[in-house]
């Protein structure tokens, strides 16, 4: 079984996800990061890819991926990188990459070199669903792999139904109309459309995304939804810090708001 | 070549190249163009309004003007097709007079553009002051600072310019901070770009708005030879609107040569370039799949040109599959090149061209015609804009 549905069998609640950029703050921070994100009790942990041209994202993850990039990250290190990941983590893994990169470095390579380190999912913002059922499900089907859906406060109803009959994994629910980037708490009307999106029955689990900065978002998010995302306050705390081990204990810890001990 | 296919692409793809590669917050707005814009633009109401304001807001039809002593200097007959004599100083006011009135059809209230040269934010803030509409452009930081001129002359007409600070500061990422503030304003705001760029329907959009530049020529060219046809058109390109547009009503005129110059900035192999063909591979830039150039891990390259509406690693997906098709010529001119064919004009013709347009100038210094041929190269626009930077090069 997939780890991703695994996951969501075992924990349909309170899913937390954790994104950061590949390669930074330094090239080889990638595997202490995810370790530390999965010994800390990150449940789901999003890779993101650098790009040089990152339009779904604001200014955190903008910085971010250009430090990555000067840092030397690409698709072929991040692969090296990922070798034996395996070995340390069982928390499922997701690729967050834009088209551009993945198209270079081969679809086809991509997944096969991907699922074979242990990947079970790939988020491409910018790849319609249209064109992923057209010319890749076979594919990422066939590499056990999942891809997932946006869905946005501006996603018809007949959409979200074709997403959830057609996505895999879960569907990320982009929380606002905006970029990445942090909110300290969400407005009635995000949360009016989660509660529109829970009552929907949809098949697929709903992990909220952009603006889950901190417990109150995360919390909100929470309550009508399997779980949340969150990847620019993670960028930001990572930023400050040399020891991605503390760093990602006390994130956590503060996310879902317990104690830290020990 | 199936021309029908180029003049109404399926789902936006030219051969391989275009569609809509846009993430799913971009889907509503470019769904809604896509399945109204056609009808908008064919209606009579839009088509009648439209050409009474080219015609006496934009002062057309352009001139076609014979330089005689061009002409008479490359022992061949030389046309200037001037888009520089518009209203705003260049092609981009035909567009940005298209896209406002379908903007308004379509209820919005708010209009974005990015602007590299910035004729096109020059354009786009002249017809929201016309139609009474607020208006942001996004310029990258360098473009605001070597055309200052335009960046003054769109705060005079009530828009606010962002200078954009990410990359190289210049087109590529104003249309990068375009993108993020349609994505922040999906329902109110309309995204007005300013080339053959950009997800379906933008290539087609704009291609057509622009065709009015061929669709003139056509009979400017039977005044003045008796025939419709040149043997020759050229063209610069930067994402490709003012090519598209000259070339359109000849695309399926196989006698007719077309020719598009690209930047080569420094030199094509220099690495300071924005030599598109030259260099490009297939990949997706801005929500099209067409030629980019990028390194071999798929980020994109920042380019460089002195002229600030070439400098785009990228080109429009039409442009694209007419190169692939082998229809249209491409040549890479480089800034020195360039600024010799500005000043060259001026001297010999009086006329100061953009920089832009001084690339498809250039082109006759790299190329031989026989004497009896008739050339129309697109003047673009007009090179008030670059007169600092003519400047400077001279005092170098
Ligand atoms: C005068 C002029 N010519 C050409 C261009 C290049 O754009 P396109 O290739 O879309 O015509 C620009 C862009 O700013 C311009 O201002």
Known sequence: MNRIDYLFKNKPHSVLSVYFTAGYPRLAD????????????????????????????????????????????????????????????????????????????????????????????????????????????????????????????????????????????????????????????????????????????????????????????FDQACRYLNGAITGSAYIKALEKEDDPARVTREFIHNMKGENITG | MNTTSLKAPREGYYGEFGGAYIPEMLYPNTRELQERYLAILESAGFRKELSSLLKDYAGRPTPLYYAARLSEHYHTHIYLKREDLTHTGAHKINNALG????????????????????????????????MGMQCTVYMGALDVVRQRPNVERMKLLGAEVVPVEQGNRTLKDAVNEALRDWISHPAETYYLIGSVVGPHPYPDLVARLQSVISEELMWQMK???????????????????????????????????????????????????????????????????????????????????????????????????????????FYAVNDEEALRATRFLARHEGIIPALESAHALALLDKMTFPPDRHIVINLSGRGDKDLETILNWKNE
Do not use: W
Not at chain 1, 159 to 178: H, N, P, Q, W
Not at chain 1, 184 to 206: A, D, H, P, V
Not at chain 2, 228 to 251: K, M, Q, R
């Open chain 1, 30 to 217: 990638t595997v202490p990061v995810i370790k530390a994100l999965s010994e800390q009790g990150a449940d789901m942990i999003e890779i993101g890819v650098p790009f040089s041209d990152p339009v779904a994202d604001g200014p955190v993850i903008q910085h971010s991926d250009a430090v990555a990039l000067k840092n030397g990250m690409t698709l072929k290190k991040l692969m090296e990188q990922l070798k034996g990941i395996r070995q340390n983590t069982g928390t499922p893994l997701l690729l967050m990459s834009y088209l551009n990169p993945v198209l270079r470095y081969g679809m086809e390579a991509f997944c096969r070199d991907f699922a074979t380190q242990g990947i079970d999912g790939v988020i491409i913002p910018d790849l319609p669903p249209e064109e992923y059922i057209k010319e890749y499900k076979t594919l990422f089907t066939a590499h056990n792999l999942k891809n997932i859906f946006l869905i946005t406060p501006q996603t018809t109803e007949e959409r979200i139904r074709f997403l959830d009959r057609e996505g895999e994994g879960f569907l990320y629910v982009v929380s606002s109309r905006s970029t990445t980037g942090m909110k300290n708490s969400f407005s009635e009307k995000q949360t009016g459309y989660f509660m529109r999106l829970r009552e929907m029955n949809l098949s697929n689990k709903l992990l909220a995304g952009f603006g889950i900065s901190n417990r109150k978002t």
């Open chain 2, 223 to 329: 005044e003045k030879t008796g025939r419709e046809e040149p043997d020759t058109i050229i063209a610069c390109v930067g994402g490709g609107s003012n090519a598209a547009g000259i070339f359109y009503h000849y695309l399926d005129k196989p006698a007719v040569r077309l020719i598009a110059v690209e930047a080569g900035g420094k030199g094509v192999d220099t690495g300071k370039t924005a030599a598109t063909i030259a260099l490009g591979l297939t990949g997706i830039l801005h929500g099209s799949k067409t030629y980019v150039i990028q390194d071999e891990d798929g980020q994109i390259t920042e380019p460089y040109s002195v002229s600030a509406g070439l400098d785009y690693p990228g080109i429009g997906p039409l442009l694209s599959h007419l190169f692939r098709e082998k229809r249209v010529e």
């Open chain 2, 99 to 130: 896209q406002i009135l379908l903007a308004r059809k379509l209820g919005k209230k708010r209009i974005i553009a990015e602007t590299g040269a910035g004729q096109h934010g020059v354009a786009t803030a002249t017809v929201c002051a016309r």
